[in-house]
């Protein structure tokens, strides 16, 4: 058989599975665009219920995260993988990334201890090891806080196995704070002067 003759027949093939890829694209693009939308309805349906922002994140890429993975699986699925010996084969594997990916597994956790049991929120002034600030923003990664130098990215497993110092308490989402409120730092109740007749 000559070269020519050769790449005909691979040429041949890979024609007669490009309506397959071209399903396998089209079936992940489905599920890519369906977790993009369930991202923005769950941050729009739960912001006007007033949950914690960093929930609501939590839920938002949770659910575009499982929509990915199943898309990516419905996907492989149609181009003929065995997605059944695939699966199983990852769990010979698992202890290897989990080894490998132990920094990123804690600190997920970690981050969903936070925000579920909540020492503290945004705007709270924290204060661990040698760092401290107002924070900025908690995610499965990172908790950011804003110090005097700049923002600061403690990774969650600082956070979970150090003390934390909850310095002051940051406003409440309706604009009040921990000083309940009162004027000019807190001092109330000050007379007016006496103007003379």
């Not at 599975?17 to 729009?44: E, H, K, T």
């Amino acid at each position: 058989m000559s070269i020519a003759e050769t790449w005909a027949k691979m040429a041949e093939a890979a024609l007669a599975y490009m309506p397959v890829v071209a399903v396998s694209l089209a079936v992940f693009l489905v599920f890519w665009i369906a977790g993009r939308a369930a991202d923005r309805m769950i941050r729009r349906f739960f912001v006007s219920r007033r949950i914690d922002p960093d929930v609501i994140g939590l839920l938002a890429e949770s659910a575009k995260i499982a929509l990915l993975v199943f898309g990516a699986l419905t996907a492989l699925g149609t181009l003929g993988v065995n997605v059944t010996a695939m699966v199983a084969g990852l769990g010979l594997t698992g202890l290897a990334l989990g080894l490998a990916l132990k920094e990123i597994v804690s600190n997920a956790l970690a981050g969903v201890l936070i925000l579920v049991y909540k020492p503290f929120k945004r705007n709270d002034e924290i204060g661990v090891l040698t760092f401290q600030g107002s924070v900025v923003e908690v995610n499965l990664r990172y908790t950011t806080i804003q110090s005097a130098t700049g923002r600061v990215f403690i990774p969650n497993t600082i956070l979970l196995t150090n003390a934390v110092s909850l310095i002051s308490v940051g406003k409440e989402p309706n604009g009040g704070s921990s000083s309940g409120g009162k004027p000019n730092g807190g001092q109330a109740g000050t007379p007016p002067s006496a103007t003379s007749a």
